[in-house]
């Protein structure tokens, strides 16, 4: 192309992308504007090719703008598109409700806080589909914080924290900040040692069973009226870990007849003897509990609303106390119920996960058999439907169910039309294994189309002359007919496929039905799929197209290209999307 055309594909996929980034909210993709651009500007389309390349940088670039920049922008370019826009938002219902109280801070600023022990389960994609979608609608900012103070039992995965970025980009997000909490040992300490100045918090060295007793009964332990400057010596102590796992610990004066015992003299520091995995911070051996990290790191980085789950309310009200001592304002809060996913015979547990993998149950994280985000990315599904679908969940404190099944319909909707077809017949008990015939008295090759809707792109020329292959489940008995698509009408006769000429009536009146197949020397297939690995055959351009690709193996669904072979006889992978 001449660089007048590039020009001019670039100042029209500018528009695009701006319009396709405002309208939803959230980050431009170049697979859901070529559509729109094609379909505005027909003659774009004969360097279809090309295309993608020259509109990948702007949609980066509008990508890179903040979301009040992206409409400024497109108010210069089209004022009649983002009017038009506008009043369609006027009558939009958010999934999410509205913040409370958003209006009263300069701005809004939220976190996720993941355990790094493991990649991310769907479950996890929850809080940073919410948290990023907030964001974006506030104009606010993102932390992502790890909560890795907690070496021994929930101990973390040196993997697993650049798992977890990669699984927030994939769904749409940047996080403005990234902190974690193990770097920031020393600062736990200096509030501690203020809050024991303070005198609201004690040395305690009670065996756990004793205290809980005691706690129970609502009795203070004898620890409980030590002087600032024995608890401030006992607790360097611990700093300088001189003391055995479970020997000594800091808790935070509460109300020790509280009317919940949760509340009562909670543990803010412990002593561990495992080293953390983390190099900078393996010499520590006094570590905070997480609800006294947690709530001080909301405050000290400038969170303004907090989401967690309803099983943590009494999280919120032991850092209540804190709080208090500190003269700190509490962050809004909302708590909301578990999410629970179909589909999977795997628990939704990290560690579940983990135990399976370790057992060679599953190959890894991104198993398509596996309930994860990386599952999920290779498997070819949009980071967008994942969200798209999380939203829709909203935040009621009851927990919801997640059906695979929106997930998969948001993708569908997003992958469709970019999606070529392909034929790909299955050898599996489970659809009759392969049937090989020849093909007698018909032409050479079919010619389906690469994409039903779309004819200007093309069709694939799929030969028939070595045999072709058919799933045992669809052969038909002798002397009956099957529509072979993209070739035509053939009659099973004794061991070939007699074609007949028969024009479409014959599906249309006569009720043949249609099925798919592939040349008997066509490449080797294995899709791995939620129900294991399937192998078989698929038409020969399948080797054309590149990894990471999407395709539609017709009658089946979408499947991602994970290997593709340089030759026939060596098998392609790839793993199935969704039907």
Request: charged share 30%; proline share 6%; aromatic share 8%.
């Amino acid at each position: 192309m001449d660089d007048e055309l590039r020009d001019r594909i670039t100042e029209a996929a500018e528009t695009s992308a701006l319009l396709n980034a405002v309208k939803h909210d959230s980050e431009a993709q170049v697979g859901a504007i070529m559509g729109p651009l094609m379909g505005e500007n027909p003659e774009f389309r004969e360097y279809g090719d090309e295309i993608p390349g020259v509109i990948a940088p702007v949609v980066e670039r509008v990508n890179g703008m903040r979301s009040s920049e992206r409409r400024e922008r497109l108010a210069e370019l089209a004022p009649d598109k983002l009017e038009e826009l506008e009043s369609e938002d006027e009558g939009e219902d958010h999934p999410l409700p509205d913040l409370p109280n958003a209006d009263e801070y300069d701005t809004v600023r939220m976190r996720v806080a993941p355990n790094p022990n493991g990649p991310w389960h769907i479950g996890h994609a929850r809080m940073a589909a919410v948290v990023g979608t907030y964001k974006q609608r506030y104009d606010g900012e993102f932390i992502c914080r790890f909560d890795d103070t907690d070496p021994e039992t929930k101990r973390p995965d040196l993997d697993a924290y650049d798992a977890i970025l990669d699984a927030i980009d994939y769904l749409g997000f940047e996080p403005d900040e990234v902190v974690n909490a193990s770097d920031r040992v020393e600062t736990y300490y200096e509030y501690a040692r203020e809050l024991i100045d303070k005198g609201g918090a004690y040395t305690c060295s009670c065996p756990q069973g004793e205290f809980s007793d005691l706690k129970n009964s609502g009795e203070a332990c004898p620890h409980r009226e030590k002087d600032a400057e024995t608890t401030r010596s006992e607790f360097e102590a611990m700093v300088e870990g001189e003391y055995d796992s479970g020997e000594m610990v800091l808790r935070v004066r509460t109300d020790i007849t509280h009317k919940n015992p949760a509340l009562r003299d909670f543990v803010a520091f412990r002593m561990v003897d495992t080293p953390h995995p983390r190099e900078a911070a393996a010499e520590y051996r006094c570590w905070p509990m997480l609800d006294f990290q947690s709530g001080l790191d909301d405050h000290l980085l400038g969170v303004t609303h907090i989401i967690r789950g309803i099983d943590l309310q009494d999280s919120a009200k032991r850092q209540q106390f804190v709080y208090d001592y500190f003269d700190w304002e509490y962050p809004e809060v909302i708590h909301w119920g578990h999410v629970q996913v179909d589909a999977y015979d795997v628990p939704l547990s990290t560690s579940s996960i983990a135990e399976r993998i370790a057992d060679g149950e599953l190959a890894g994280w991104d198993d398509p058999r596996a309930p994860t985000v990386a599952s999920l990315e290779r498997r070819g599904i949009r980071g967008e439907a994942v969200v798209d679908a999380m939203i829709e969940l909203g935040t009621s404190t009851s927990n919801v169910d997640l059906a695979m099944s929106s997930i998969y319909s948001n993708n569908r909707d997003l992958i469709d039309d970019d999606s070529d077809r392909a034929f790909f017949v299955r050898n599996s008990d489970d659809h009759g294994g392969l049937v090989e015939r020849q093909v007698v008295g018909g032409p050479d090759a079919g010619e389906p189309p690469l994409h039903p809707d779309f004819e200007e792109r093309g069709r694939r020329e799929i030969p028939v002359t070595s045999g072709v292959v058919v799933e045992g489940d669809d052969l038909p008995s002798h002397g009956e007919r099957i529509w072979l698509k993209g070739y035509g009408c053939v009659r099973h006769t004794r061991d070939a496929f007699e074609y007949t000429g028969d024009d479409i009536d014959a599906v249309r009146e006569e009720g043949v039905d249609v099925i798919h197949w592939a040349p008997a020397d066509g490449p080797q297939v294995r899709l791995r799929t939620m129900d294991g690995d399937v192998s078989g055959v698929a038409e020969p351009g399948l080797l054309d197209y590149d990894a990471d690709e999407v395709v539609q193996f017709e009658r089946i669904g979408f499947a991602r290209l994970d290997e593709v072979a340089d030759d026939p006889d060596t098998e392609s992978v790839a793993y199935f999307t969704h039907p």
